[in-house]
């Protein structure tokens, strides 16, 4: 399994962005993906995550009722829309996917990961 992230950049604080997240490989080897972010000085902490296969989702409180995760079994591809950015919301951002059917917020149960995106937002 390979992910790519992309969509990151440079916004103003309540800003948008849509980053996104493209799988390829053995697609069927995974059941959900996820979105961590690791700010500098920072550890990797959990953002979001969906089911590959249903409808579930999950966030961190820090960013419930900002973003949304959604996907597109069609492309492959998971999406992360943020809205209101905040500056706090500077990190690169990593998607991740596991193939347990239970979501987690653990970074360590996520065996495949993207390569990371900056999401910079400014005061």
């Known amino acids: 399994v390979q992910l790519q992230a992309s969509g990151g950049g440079l916004v103003q604080a309540g800003g948008s962005l849509r980053l996104s997240c493209a799988a390829s490989g053995r697609t069927s080897s995974f059941n959900i993906l996820g979105w961590f972010r690791q700010a500098p000085g920072k550890e990797r902490e959990f953002v979001a995550a969906?089911?590959?296969?249903?409808?579930?989702?999950y966030y961190a409180d820090s960013v419930k009722g900002r973003f949304t995760i959604s996907r597109d079994n069609a492309k492959n591809t998971v999406y992360l829309r943020m809205t209101s950015l905040k500056p706090e919301d500077t990190a690169v951002y990593y998607c991740?996917?596991?193939?347990?059917?239970?979501?987690?917020?653990?970074?360590?149960?996520?065996?495949?990961w993207g390569q990371g995106t900056q999401v910079t937002v400014s005061s």
């Open positions: 991740a996917a596991r193939s347990g059917l239970v979501h987690s917020i653990s970074e360590g149960a996520y065996a495949y």
């Open positions: 969906i089911g590959w296969r249903g409808s579930s989702t």
